[in-house]
């Protein structure tokens, strides 16, 4: 997640796909393309998924962008995906869709029959997954900008979580990752 350093990850309403807060540059969005290589599988929101449906299918053929723009876009359209909605009824782009009052159970039956890393976009499904100790990473690209307001990365959690730092890095324009392991998240079966 894109987040600033007060851990929003908008300011207004509607910025899911990057406010002009975010300082994103072809370094930093080649280590996005990487990363997302190598993911077996996203699991997103519908309100990720809906901004990134938006733009990326057609980026990829579209030659006034960055190649590592067109590249991601190719890797998204791609890449297998599950939806977590209760409206959407269809998608396109290797995408299905799940939902229901068991989401959670059926993220972990997935979770437990997937080999690789599965990649989890959108802060309300992330949230659910900690809570139900799902994740075992968050991995974080920290924005120099404290924004004071906003929609924050997680909602409210019951007990605090403790992470262990497992990679830590920097780019242009003074954007840090760091890569966090999850204490007390479920063992993959």
Known sequence: MNVSLDLKIEYAPGEE????????????????????????????GRTIY?????F????????????????????WTSMPKVLVSRTRTSADHN????GGDDVIEQLAR?????????????????TQLLRATLLDELLLFTH???LGAGRPLFDTHDEPLELDLLEQASFDEGVTMHRYAVRGARATA
Do not use: K
């Open 17 to 44: 796909g990057g406010g002009q807060w975010m300082r994103i540059g072809e370094s930093l969005h080649r280590v996005f393309n990487e990363r997302a290589r190598a993911m077996s599988l996203s699991v997103e």
């Open 50 to 54: 809906e901004t990134m449906e938006a």
């Open 56 to 75: 990326w299918p057609a980026a990829r053929t579209d030659d006034s962008l960055p190649d590592f723009i067109r590249e991601y876009g190719e890797i």
């Open 95 to 98: 995408t299905r869709i799940i």
């Open 110 to 126: 997935l979770r437990a029959e997937s080999d690789g890393d599965i990649g989890v976009g959108g802060a309300t499904l992330a």
């Open 144 to 146: 120099p900008v404290i």
